[in-house]
């Protein structure tokens, strides 16, 4: 996969912290938790936390401990509803993904299934499972075992059934033999691979024994694990820790240096994360912190934060089916107006700006494209060109909706106002809690004319950059909140769903990029890097493209005596 | 008998009240315009799956039956789900309850314990410095915001000094103690783990005085002046003219019917403690049922915002009804008088 | 006669008000002899009641620039506050006016009367004793016994229960026995009973002057009584005092001031008492004068219908209008009934004599307007 | 004291030859009970009988004194027949007007009528108005004439209560007692009503002052005849103001009658008791009382009206039959009646009495 | 009539004015008496005229606007800038002047709506008694069990934060305390003769009770109101704190603290000083209310 686009400057940074190579792909899990809880170290009302409820038990007793500090709670235990960072982070440990991420080429690759194939014109995806993977109780893993995990998926609809809601019915899922399992989807279905990496397989016995009134085991599995993952749940403290042990028995098998028990406490207070790192009392952090706070404990002794690049985008979607937005020459003015280089040094304090909607490192994002720079006379022309005047436009009122309570989120509202204050445009900053957002989102009238997005992908493919934004069937959603696209672009994206063939698929997607930039539906600002905090002791962690699949415990191992301080 | 009546009148008048709050917070919490449910599901969320939930929710439902499922759920132990913890909100409040109720509770028993020994010599002092310091400091006390107060002891005590934890209940690393009571200082002792005790008190400290200080300075300006006007009272002066040491007068006979006009205002202020407990929980990762509110209204949690006003409602309620109950203890006029 | 239990000298008390210093009691003298009943007699706002606490030193925010108060010869003025407290209830007691507000209303009377016991005389709490006394079964006994006894001898029927009731749970003239029976705990020598029973209704309030009468008789404890109703005072006392703007502007055996009252006060007051065989007199016009700026003269004067201009210069002192009988007024004439008035006496202000007397045919007394005391004179 | 021009006139002195047979007030068997409620959910459960049918009359130009002690039920009496509280039962009659079968809107234009006069003066007068506004207060209540007539009329009432006009500026709180109450009475009159209450208007004042009040109103009934009811538990008061008189006991009257005659000769123990107490200052007055009379006990607890009679539990004279039935008024003279079986012939114990 | 004392000219006007002045006299002459209270109107009037001349006095006028000075983040209190400047480099002091504007505002309108509710529920309730009594106290009561930071938060959480819904939303919260207050006056003011004098002249209750028991309940209610218009600053900050209020750039001092609050190991000047003007500002109205609650002579719980 090409790896032109990664600056050398970061590659190094990158190897040096330890992740062995970068490449293409990968998504990370839901934008709305990102937004809403990720970035809340910067603020601590936005999530939970108990800070030290969960240390006690199992957590210091002698082994081999990993500590991890969430900065949310861990809302369910279920893989099949899991959609935030926590959640995954709970999922990826306790459970196997049917497909994984490659950390080297960042690419879906075997797991749990060993080989796949497509029948009928990649209608149908067919799995050859591993044979020597065992669940917890030491029951093999079979393919019923896969079948019934994504039936229940599909029927308990939460988490990602989503991916594949529309076009697989649990009908049309079968177990051909013990090993085998065939999906038949309703039409071609290119990013199907890449979708799986966030499907979790759940020992099916011992979930159907604990079903209660058709709920699929939900219930039982809030507070047990049943899964073939490295680690086994040994307690759950709502809201305040998860508690986990290894499982011998594990088909990859364990080192010397590995952890034999690892348990996450929830602190949202970010100078109190701080302190425990400083302490030498945690081993990693999340990595939705203030951008100060990771500057002070790079500043540590016993730390190091690495920064790399990571799948995301950061920009406004412009609603371009509302005036005076629905005017070219308003966004475009608007696009010019921005000031990027304050927007990338100042406020996120590193990263580079974005050059159109897929993120600058995913395998697909269109080389060809430049990044936006600030340039007020541009930004002046173009509004004269514009349908609407100065007047007008402060008549209407320009509002620009942020998430409510981040600093980073409100420094990003201030910029643009200073920005637009130059053209003489009043801009409205307008912060709205998470649900608000999303609840305006759904329609054009209600979407505001800017807002801020972090996007961060679902899954190793550009198609959550492109064709949930710009395809006419993904609107509605805060994804999709410039309300653009064309016929051309419609058509463009719908062909690279259905090619099986990857290489021509991210053609594909690069063709619609070009085709989206030209009509100016967002600003685009930036791809922020990737920083989190962790022990100088803890080594083999490895970026892995998406969300929580870095946070993966059975790779990593202690290195010295116990954690340093 | 008739003290008994008049604790059961009191008790019976509290249930209109806890009705009209839950239908009053049940009615905002509805009209609150974010959408729980896509916020449940995550942005991928599809139409069929946003309706299931909806239905599974009976959010489809009209306002009134929601509320009558939601109160028959109430009864029986379900306030429903939390969107944010996706954890019945029974439960998350039961869990943090206690840290709340520790912090609250310390922080009155200190203020008002405090109070009254600097309410009377402010009291028994009218006009001259003790009085006027008294004043003085009372004003500063709830001038300041609660929370701000907690920040500044935190860049004090904390940051600079470093003689105090920061945030939290217990320090790293220590175990919480076996749980009886769930109020840490309690069952520290309780299992007689005095390092516990120790930590959890240290953590308790800087919260304790961020509440409290405006608490203390009310509670102490009202007993200074229901001192003043104790002091005006024929039967302190008869006791005077008896020959009664002024100690004995001052504390037996003037400060106990002071303090049982002040009692009202305590149970008001209660109130107000525990609204600004909200805050001050905030500042200090305080993982207690008022931070659980806070996030759950910017989360728009509707589930936990009506059963945290429930149950600060019923907190409420209940200290005035404890106010009461002391009232009539302290004041036989009160439980002796018919009607 | 023995020395008398309580003589009050030239007693000046002063308050500091906003308007500027209060001259609330200015220059009283009167005495009480042992086992005699004295009257203050006066209407409201008249310096009665901050007499009554000068005496028993319960006045922290006045100053006495001027006076002696005597008991048992003894300047208590002068003794330590101390001093003071410890002769409070024991040498001497008080009865309060108000039966409803002067027992705290949050104890039951037995406790309260026995702290009475426990802490009479007393400075301070001491912390022995209150170990001691509740260590201590016998003494609390003892307290208990004698309580109940001292209600007993109030005439109340259940002392037991009493004992243990809260105020709330008696009627007036109930708690107006306990009032009673706490003042007498320790058998005072002087007892102060502060207008008794006014607060009562008629026959209870008869009742209870009878029995106070009764039980001072029996111990031959001096009392000073203070009321506004000189109906009440001719029926109690021995002796009255009437008081007007912090002055006692008469002074007389009960019996010879209703038979020759002569102050135009004490006629104006006895002419407004309504009575059964006479009408109701005409009242007195005006109004006490502001304590803060009081006239130079005489303090009446300005309500008087018999003042002339030299009234308002003259100050009136006390002078002797017949045995044992003081009068502070221009109209008579007479030596001063206080030595310290002798150079004002010199000055020999005259502004004639009383127009009752004018005609009249017995000096310093006889007819007294409107009727009031004629008949009762002339039984004297 | 000051020559006004209502000193007695011989023509509103003869006025005072009351007519019985045409009464200015007639209240019969009224009565007024508050009910009681008892439990946790306040249940009713009973009622204090605070005025228990009570009849009587009073005829132009005259002062009817109504005596008792606290809980008697006097003010309660005189509140009712003006419905500052709704009298339970009962016919009040002022002026051939049927008082309780009032409606709202006519009961506030007839109050131009009936005025009273309340006992303590600091209450009855807000602190918050000038003496101008709360004596004007009737007067535009009543749409007496614009503001000039009212200003006029305010300096007239208060030159009648003697009162310096500028006091028309002061506020309540810069009066004494005596003033204070003299604006009520002016407030009271100021529409010449027919028929004025007197609670106990002097109670809360000194003696010299009272006698002042007492001498205004006395002048204000002769100058327009007005008719009025004195309700007051000083008897010696009552004997200089009152033309009949009317002693209450829990609720009930125990004798009516003729000042003179009720003071010359009461009737019922409980008279006797009330009369014997009256402290005195002169030998005559001393004569002039029965001895004293010590009552048992104090006045029952309303809540607890002895059965039959209700002054059985204190009276001396108590007999088997008293708590049996309720005594009923025995006529004792020309204008005197009584409620004691003592009276009665068909009790011997009543031959005790004289 | 008599024709004693008649005065020839009485003149009305002057003589209505001189008791007037005498009146405010002696109330300003007690009020003064606390220096406390003097102290307090200095610093009131400080404020006001802060906020009526921050445009003109504000070193930074701008900085209270649209705008971002990333060239001079976080700098510590200086000559330049006396309070230092924030994270996007604003002048701290100017944000503070300009604050103090919506912090009288919010507190002026809030309490306006509250006093106007409360007090004529209060009236009706007290004076009418009976079931709209208990109707009214009911409802009353069933808002005093909510502390009035959570039902403000819960209520500007469902009407989205603004400044207009913050103080609808206090105001919303802040009422029931004067129905609670005025009700409780009103009873013993009811008890009073004058009323039953008022009722004895055939007056109607709107006459009782705005002419007769309303000029009663002014005192405690301007006690009351003086020392909630700091009470409400409060409130109001704590809301701001939180994110629910007046949105940005809006200088409100409860945001200013909320933002230094994240920085308070490094940058502890972002959160002092708008703290402190707080403070200053709700000390302000506590001194004034305490003079007035002696010069009154009214309590107010």
């Known amino acids: 996969m090409p790896t032109g686009n990664i600056e050398r400057r970061k590659l190094l940074k990158l190897i040096g912290s330890g992740a062995t190579s970068v490449a293409l792909a990968g998504c990370q899990g839901t934008q709305q938790t990102e937004t809403t809880d990720g970035s809340s170290g910067s603020d601590s009302t936005a999530t939970e936390q108990t800070s030290d409820d969960g240390s006690g038990g199992s957590g210091g007793s002698g082994g081999n401990d990993f500590h991890f500090i969430a900065g949310q709670v861990f809302g369910t235990l279920d893989p099949a509803e899991q959609v935030d960072y926590t959640q995954g982070l709970a999922a990826q440990n306790l459970y196997d993904e049917l497909i994984t991420v490659d950390a080297e080429t960042l690419q879906p690759t075997a797991h749990i299934a060993e080989s796949w194939d497509t029948e009928d014109e990649g209608q149908t995806w067919v799995f050859t499972l591993r044979d020597d993977v065992t669940f917890s109780d030491g029951t093999p893993l079979t393919a019923d075992d896969v079948a019934y995990s994504l039936t229940r998926m599909l029927e308990l609809q939460r988490g990602y059934s989503s991916f594949w809601l529309d076009y697989l019915d649990p009908s049309n899922i079968t177990v051909r033999d013990e090993r085998t399992v065939a999906f038949e989807f309703n039409q071609a279905y290119g990013p199907a691979l890449a979708t799986f990496v966030q499907f979790y397989i759940v020992n099916s016995a011992v979930v159907q024994e604990n079903e209660q009134d058709g709920d699929y085991g939900n219930a039982y599995l809030q507070n047990n694990s049943a899964g073939s993952g490295a680690y086994v749940l040994d307690n759950w403290e709502q809201g305040n820790s998860i508690e986990a042990s290894a499982y011998e028995d594990y088909w990859k098998g364990w080192s010397e240096d590995s952890f034999d028990t690892f348990r996450s406490t929830v602190i949202t207070e970010e100078s109190t994360i701080k302190t425990t790192m400083q302490q030498g009392e945690g081993d990693m952090t999340d990595q939705y912190m203030g951008t100060q706070a990771y500057a002070e404990m790079d500043s540590y002794s016993n730390v190091r934060v690495p920064e790399v690049p990571q799948l995301q985008l950061f920009h406004f979607p412009l609603n371009c089916q509302k005036a005076p937005t629905d005017d070219i020459n308003v966004r475009k003015a608007i696009a010019y107006a921005f000031d990027y280089d304050s927007a990338v040094n100042d406020i996120i304090g590193g990263g580079g700006v974005a050059a159109g909607p897929v993120p600058r490192e995913m395998a697909g994002h269109n080389g060809d494209l430049v990044p936006m720079e600030q340039d007020l006379d541009k930004a002046k022309e173009f509004l004269d060109k514009a349908d609407y005047s100065v007047e007008e436009i402060n008549e209407i009122g320009l509002e620009h909706v942020v998430v409510a309570g981040t600093e980073l989120q409100r420094q990003m509202g201030l910029l643009n106002q200073a920005g637009l204050n130059e053209l003489g445009i009043d801009l409205e900053i307008n912060p709205l809690q998470w649900a608000r957002l999303t609840d305006r989102a759904t329609s054009a009238e209600s979407t505001a004319h800017m807002t801020n997005i972090f996007h961060t992908a679902k899954m190793p493919s550009p198609d959550s950059h492109t064709y949930l934004m710009y395809h006419p069937s993904s609107f509605g959603s805060y994804i999709s909140q410039s309300w653009y696209s064309t016929d051309e672009i419609a058509a463009t994206l719908e062909e690279a769903r259905k090619s099986t063939d990857l290489q021509s698929r991210l053609e594909k997607y690069e063709e619609a990029q070009a085709l989206i930039v030209e009509g100016m539906p967002s600003v685009y600002i930036a791809n922020p890097p990737y920083r989190i905090g962790i022990n100088e002791n803890v080594e083999g962690w490895q970026y892995r493209g998406v969300m929580s699949f870095d946070w993966d415990v059975h790779s990593m191992t202690r290195s010295g005596e116990g954690r340093a301080k | 008998m008739s003290y008994v009546d008049y604790l059961v009148r009191r008790a019976i008048h509290s249930v209109p009240v806890i009705f009209g709050l839950s239908v009053l917070i049940f009615l905002i919490s509805r009209v609150i315009p974010g959408d729980p449910v896509r916020l449940a599901l995550g942005p991928e969320a599809t139409d069929q799956q946003v309706a299931a939930l909806r239905a599974e929710m009976g959010l489809d439902q009209p306002l009134p039956m929601q509320y009558v499922d939601w109160l028959v759920g109430v009864v029986q132990g379900d306030w429903g789900m939390s969107l944010r913890t996706n954890n019945n909100v029974f439960s998350d409040i039961v869990a943090r309850l206690p840290a709340t109720l520790e912090l609250t509770v310390v922080t009155l028993f200190c203020a008002v314990l405090l109070a009254i020994p600097f309410g009377v010599v402010a009291g028994t002092n009218k006009d001259r410095w003790q009085d006027h310091l008294s004043r003085i400091t009372a004003l500063f006390g709830v001038s300041m915001p609660r929370f701000w107060v907690a920040i500044v002891l935190q860049i004090v005590f904390v940051v600079s000094l470093g003689l105090l934890p920061l945030s939290g209940r217990l320090s790293d690393g220590v175990a919480p103690p076996p749980a009886v009571t769930r109020l840490y200082l309690v069952d520290s002792l309780i299992a007689g783990q005095f390092g516990t005790f120790v930590d959890a008190a240290t953590h308790l400290l800087l919260p304790t005085v961020a509440l409290g200080l405006a608490t203390l300075a009310q509670v102490m300006r009202l007993i200074r002046s229901d001192m003043i006007d104790e002091q005006r009272k024929d039967y302190v002066l008869a006791a005077r003219a008896y020959g009664l040491p002024n100690t004995l007068i001052e504390y037996k006979y003037m400060l106990q019917n002071a303090f049982t006009s002040s009692l009202t205002v305590v149970g008001l202020a209660f109130g107000f403690l525990l609204g600004n407990a909200f805050l001050v929980e905030i500042v200090f990762a305080w993982p207690g049922m008022a931070r659980y509110g806070v996030q759950a209204i910017l989360y728009q949690d509707f589930n936990a915002i009506v059963g945290v006003t429930i149950v600060v409602g019923i907190g409420f309620v209940t200290a005035n009804f404890v106010v009461d109950l002391l009232y009539g203890y302290l004041d036989p006029r009160v439980r002796l008088e018919e009607g | 006669m023995a020395d008398p239990i309580l003589e009050v000298k030239n007693l000046h008390v002063h308050f500091e008000t906003h308007d500027g210093t209060a001259e609330v009691i200015n220059g009283i003298d009167f005495t009480i002899e042992r086992g005699e009943t004295a009257a203050l007699v006066g209407e409201t706002g008249c310096g009665k009641s901050v007499t009554v606490k000068s005496i028993m030193g319960l006045l922290p925010s006045a100053t006495i620039p001027e006076g002696e108060i005597r008991y048992k010869g003894e300047d208590v003025l002068s003794l330590s506050d101390a001093e003071r407290h410890s002769r409070r209830g024991k040498e001497m007691s008080m009865i309060m006016q108000d039966p409803m507000t002067s027992l705290n209303p949050v104890l039951t009377v037995g406790e309260q009367m026995m702290d009475v016991l426990k802490w009479q005389g007393r400075p301070r709490l001491s912390l022995s004793k209150l170990v001691r006394d509740a260590l201590s079964t016998g003494s609390k006994a003892e307290y208990r016994r004698r309580a109940i006894e001292m209600l007993g001898e109030v005439e109340i029927s259940a002392p037991e229960r009493v004992f243990e009731s809260y105020p709330v749970e008696l009627s007036g003239g109930m708690r107006q026995r306990v009032l009673i029976a706490i003042a007498l705990l320790s058998e005072p020598d002087l007892l102060i009973a502060d207008e008794p029973g006014t607060a009562l209704d008629v026959t209870t309030e008869a009742k209870v002057l009878d029995l106070l009468d009764e039980l001072v008789e029996e111990r031959d404890t001096s009392v000073l009584y203070i009321t506004h109703d000189l109906g009440v005072a001719r029926e109690v006392s021995d002796r009255i005092n009437v008081m007007y703007a912090g002055e006692i502007v008469e002074q007389a055996p009960t019996a010879d001031l209703f038979a020759n009252p002569q102050h135009p006060y004490t006629r104006g007051l006895l002419e407004s008492i309504p009575t059964l065989s006479t009408g109701i007199g005409d009242g007195i016009e005006g109004h006490l004068p502001d304590y803060t700026d009081p006239p130079a003269g005489c303090r009446f004067a300005d309500r008087c219908p018999h003042a002339e201009p030299a009234c308002y210069d003259a100050y009136p002192y006390p002078r002797q209008t017949g045995p044992d009988h003081a009068t502070a007024c221009h109209l008579f004439s007479g030596t001063p009934a206080r030595e310290r008035h002798e150079s004002l006496a010199a000055e020999r202000v005259d502004i004639g004599t009383a127009p009752w007397l004018a005609g009249g045919d017995v000096a310093g007394g006889g007819d007294a307007p409107g009727d009031v005391s004629a008949d009762g004179g002339t039984d004297q | 004291m000051n020559d006004s021009a209502y000193t007695t006139d011989s023509t509103a002195a003869a006025q005072r030859d009351r007519d019985l047979d045409d009464p200015m007030v007639t209240v019969e068997n009224l009565k007024k009970h508050f009910p009681l409620f008892e439990g946790i959910l306040q249940k009713k459960a009973g009622e204090v009988r605070a005025v228990d049918g009570v009849s009587f009359s009073i005829a132009e130009g005259e002062t009817f004194g109504l005596v008792g002690e606290s809980g008697s039920g006097k003010t309660t009496t005189g509140r009712s027949m003006l419905r500052l509280t709704e009298p339970t039962s009962g016919r009040v009659e002022i002026d051939g007007q049927n008082v309780v079968d009032l409606s709202d809107g006519e009961l506030k234009r007839f109050r131009r009528n009936m005025q009273i006069v309340h006992q303590d003066p600091s209450s009855s007068l807000n602190p918050r108005h000038r003496v101008k506004s709360i004596i004007e207060a009737p007067l535009k209540i009543h749409d007496y004439g614009d503001s000039e007539a009212r200003l006029e009329r305010v300096e007239e009432l208060l030159d009648m209560v003697d009162l310096p006009r500028e006091f028309m500026y002061r506020y309540p709180g810069q009066l004494s007692g005596g003033q204070k109450q003299r604006v009520g009475i002016a407030r009271a009159v100021a529409l010449n009503p027919k028929f004025v209450v007197l609670d106990e208007p002097t109670s809360a004042l000194d003696v010299s002052v009272q006698a002042r009040i007492i001498n205004i109103l006395e002048e204000i009934q002769e100058e327009f005849g007005i008719t009025y009811l004195f309700i007051t538990h000083d008897l010696s008061l009552l004997k200089n103001v009152a033309d009949r008189i009317g002693v209450m006991y829990l609720g009930r009257l125990v004798e009516v009658g003729d000042v003179d005659s009720v003071f010359g000769s009461p009737q019922h123990p409980y008279s006797r008791a009330l009369l014997s107490a009256i402290s005195t200052i002169s030998e005559e007055d001393e004569l002039a009382k029965p001895d004293r009379i010590t009552l048992d006990g104090e006045v029952p607890d309303p809540r607890e009206k002895p059965s039959g009679c209700a002054f059985r539990s204190r009276c001396a004279h108590e007999f088997d039959a008293c708590a049996v039935e309720e005594p009923d008024l025995y006529e004792r003279g020309p204008d005197q009646v009584s409620r004691c079986f003592l009276h009665d012939d068909r009790f011997e114990e009543g031959a005790e009495w004289e | ?301």
Do not use: C
């Open chain 5, 1 to 301: 009539m008599s024709t004693k004392t008649t005065i020839p000219f009485f003149d009305t006007e002057s003589a209505a004015r001189k008791e007037r002045i005498r009146q405010l006299k002696r109330g300003f002459r007690t009020f003064a008496g606390n220096k406390l209270s003097l102290v307090g109107l200095a610093m009131i009037l400080t404020l006001v005229a802060a906020a009526l001349l921050a445009p003109y006095i504000a070193p930074f006028p701008e900085h209270a606007g649209a705008g971002v000075y990333f060239d001079q983040a976080s700098e510590p209190p200086s000559a330049t800038h006396l309070m230092g400047t924030d994270t996007t480099g604003r002048d701290i002091f100017s944000r503070v002047l300009f604050g103090a504007r919506l912090s009288l505002l919010m507190s002026g309108v809030v309490l306006s709506i509250a006093i106007s509710i409360g007090v004529t529920l209060g009236l009706i309730a007290g004076y009418l008694g009976g079931t709209t009594n208990t109707v009214i106290m009911r409802v009353t009561d069933i808002f005093l069990a909510i502390p009035p930071t959570l039902l403000a938060m819960a209520v500007v959480a469902a009407t989205g934060a603004s400044l207009f819904n913050v103080m609808v939303a206090i105001a919303f919260s802040w009422w029931s305390w004067y129905a609670r207050l005025v009700q409780g006056e009103v009873l013993s003011i009811k008890e009073d003769e004058f009323i039953e004098s008022s009722r004895a002249l055939g007056s109607g209750w709107m006459r009782t009770t705005f002419r007769e028991i309303l000029p009663n309940v002014v005192s405690p209610i301007t006690v009351k109101a003086t020392l909630d218009m700091g009470f409400v600053i409060l409130v109001g900050a704590g809301l701001s704190f939180l994110g629910l209020g007046a949105q940005p750039p809006t200088p409100t001092w409860g945001a200013m603290i909320a933002q230094g609050r994240n920085y308070v190991t490094s940058f502890w000047w972002i959160a002092v000083f708008p703290g402190l003007a707080i403070s200053f500002a709700v000390l302000g109205f506590n001194f004034i209310g305490d003079g007035l609650r002696d010069v009154l002579d009214v309590e107010v719980d």
